[in-house]
């Protein structure tokens, strides 16, 4: 099972942008998918962006234009790159890989992003 590390949360203001990254202790070339969730104090854990093993990537709605998602195979690294960020974007991060269905195979320890207003 691989181990992910989250870096990058913070204070932003409003407007602002903020880099997270996401290291795995293993090489990340043939891991399936890997993502970014978040989750809001009193909210439900939401789906944020994903990328596949071959670069393809989707994201939610709300973070379409705004959000990017990338990875690097020779840093064994994934990436958030937000920008435009609101208020509503406060949650903490967590990166996941190995998508099995309805589960998956590793968490990280999540990363806190506050967003002023």
């Known amino acids: 099972q691989v181990q992910l590390v989250e870096s990058g949360g913070g204070l932003v203001q409003a407007g602002g942008s903020l880099s997270l990254s996401c290291t795995a202790s293993e090489a990340i070339f043939a891991i399936n998918i890997m993502g970014w969730y978040r989750q809001a104090p009193g909210k439900q854990r939401e789906w944020v962006a994903g990328i596949t093993s071959g670069g393809s990537t989707n994201y939610t709605d709300s973070v379409k234009g705004r959000f990017t998602i990338s990875k690097d195979n020779a840093k064994n690294t994934m990436y958030l790159l937000m920008d435009s960020l609101k208020p509503d974007d406060t949650a903490v991060y967590y990166c996941?890989?190995?998508?099995?269905?309805?589960?998956?195979?590793?968490w990280g320890q999540g990363t806190q992003v506050t967003v002023s207003s």
């Open positions: 996941v890989a190995d998508s099995r269905g309805s589960s998956w195979g590793s």
